[in-house]
């Protein structure tokens, strides 16, 4: 379960756009969506792509989920059940070495609330929900 002690990890609700994103996740893989028209990852998952607008050359890619942490702030009053227990706790946007224009949200286990290393280098982790479905998260390396 969950390295942040108190933390109830909201479980997402997949749709048919996100199903194969989330099933990835508890084969502990992070798959982005990739547009083989014009090469250009996606995530959130998109219906169609943002850069050149086809919907029929959308395909999943697995990226190593290497990257940076990019700004933080600390949660010390969340309207989010599962996070109350835990406060204060990181709200981190790590940013995607493989992409710097994708950008994804972390608790960054392992970090004190506020002891956050912006620009320090992250890998992946997965971590489990109340519901058991897998969600990525990161922590520093080093």
């Known amino acids: 379960m969950s390295t942040i002690p108190g933390l109830e990890r909201p479980a997402p609700v997949p749709n048919d756009l996100t199903q194969p994103f989330w099933d990835t996740c508890n084969e502990q893989r992070l798959v982005l969506q990739n547009c083989t028209a014009c090469e250009r990852l996606h995530y959130p998952p998109t219906p169609q792509c943002d850069t050149c607008g086809s919907a029929d050359h959308l395909a999943w890619k ?4 290497r990257g940076h942490i990019d700004v933080y702030f600390v949660i010390r009053d969340s309207r ?9 706790i990181n709200f981190v946007v790590i940013t995607l070495d493989e992409d710097p224009g994708i950008n994804f949200l972390s608790n960054l286990p ?10 320090a280098p992250v890998e992946l982790i997965f971590e489990q929900t109340s519901t058991g479905q897998m969600i990525p998260e990161w922590r520093v390396i080093g």
């Open 62 to 65: 697995e990226v190593q989920g």
């Open 80 to 88: 989010i059940r599962g996070f109350r227990s835990a406060q204060p």
């Open 110 to 119: 392992g970090t004190a609330p506020g002891e956050v290393p912006v620009g």
